[in-house]
């Protein structure tokens, strides 16, 4: 009797830590709990439970793209590049075109269009029917060729102004020159009144040619102002999110 009692009794024991490490999985508890925060833009205690999460599975690949996610709410760029890079580990491929749907993102916001475009590539490749991917590198692309082109017309006003003031300089100089080769004896020089109109409508003209170019910048600002509130990139959706399945 006392045997079998001994026997029921650890049976129980066992039976109750096994059932409890079942049911209790702390990564899918914790990771849930995140995903909660996270839906609720409560992204400083997201990471929270996402770092309680990590540290039963640091190696999580969905794990670290909720991270990533976060990061990204948070303007976060860099960190959030460099978690997705760690959560491209992935074999699962929706998970993988996700990840590389939201580096891209990433890359965007930081300016790197070139890079964007890349990851987009690597989205459609996984799956060719998103258009949210297709959206976002046109997107891209035409974010780099105006980037391209507003730093062609600044080298070229520069070298205009440039080259400009340079001419004015040897007009000024070359004109001084000559005068001083053409007067004859019987001649009388310059007043001092004349030089100094002559010297003020030099003055002038640079004045008015920085003006112009300040004008010009203010007008790239402005239209690239508008361009971008045109041009609003697709962030990554709750859905997007979803966390592993545990």
Request: aromatic share 10%; no cysteine.
């Amino acid at each position: 009797m006392n045997k079998i009692l001994f026997f029921l009794f650890f049976y129980t024991l066992f039976s109750r830590d096994l059932f409890t490490f079942w049911i209790f999985n702390p990564l899918k508890y914790y990771n849930e709990r995140g995903n909660k925060k996270y839906s609720e833009k409560k992204y400083d205690d997201a990471l929270i439970e996402y770092g309680k999460a990590e540290e039963n599975s640091p190696r999580d690949s969905a794990l670290k793209y909720n991270l990533a996610n976060t990061l990204y709410r948070q303007g976060q760029y860099d960190k959030a590049g460099q978690i997705y890079e760690q959560a491209l580990e992935a074999t699962d491929p929706n998970l993988l075109s996700h990840i590389y749907f939201n580096r891209g993102n990433t890359f965007f916001r930081k300016g790197e269009y070139d890079k964007a475009i890349l990851d987009y590539k690597e989205v459609l490749l996984l799956n060719p029917d998103d258009r949210d991917a297709k959206l976002n590198m046109e997107l891209a692309r035409k974010k780099l060729r105006e980037h391209s082109r507003n730093k062609e017309n600044y080298q070229s006003e520069n070298q205009q102004a440039s080259g400009n003031n340079q001419q004015q300089k040897k007009s000024e100089s070359g004109g001084q020159n000559s005068g001083k080769e053409k007067q004859n004896p019987g001649q009388q020089p310059k007043n001092k009144a004349g030089e100094e109109k002559e010297r003020g409508s030099g003055r002038q003209e640079k004045k008015i040619q920085l003006q112009d170019a300040v004008k010009i910048l203010d007008a790239l600002k402005e239209a690239q102002k508008k361009s971008q509130a045109k041009m609003m990139i697709i962030e990554e959706d709750p859905s997007r999110p979803a966390g592993p399945d545990w």
